[in-house]
């Protein structure tokens, strides 16, 4: 399974973003997508989660500024992210769960850079 995220860029505080990711490959259903970060020097943490019936969660940091939310025709899911502090500066990276003859698996994607200029 291959977990490609796009839409990271750079912008000013107070600035909106979207990203992107999509899964491909062989799997039967996607469970779980979720979308983590990681900043320079500092681990890397969950951001938002949404399950396959759209129960979503959020980190505190985050809550009421971004919104997560999946397309499952298309495999995807999507972080919209509005009111962005430089504080979100990391590298975004989603994930997926999935099953595949009834055993999970998790995958990451490759990783987009968000930037939050002061």
């Known amino acids: 399974v291959q977990l490609q995220a796009s839409g990271g860029g750079l912008v000013q505080t107070g600035g909106s973003l979207r990203l992107s990711c999509a899964a491909s490959?062989?799997?039967?259903?996607?469970?779980?997508m979720s979308w983590y970060r990681q900043a320079p020097g500092s681990q890397r943490e969950l951001v938002a989660t949404?399950?396959?019936?759209?129960?979503?969660n959020y980190a505190d940091s985050v809550k009421g500024r971004f919104g997560i939310s999946r397309d499952n025709a298309k495999n995807a899911v999507y972080l919209q992210m509005t009111g962005l502090k430089p504080e979100d500066t990391a590298v975004y990276y989603c994930?997926?769960?999935?099953?595949?003859?009834?055993?999970?698996?998790?995958?990451w994607g490759q990783g987009t850079q968000v930037t939050v200029s002061s």
């Open positions: 490959g062989t799997f039967d259903i996607i469970y779980v």
């Open positions: 949404i399950t396959s019936g759209n129960s979503t």
């Open positions: 994930n997926a769960g999935v099953t595949r003859n009834y055993l999970r698996y998790l995958y």
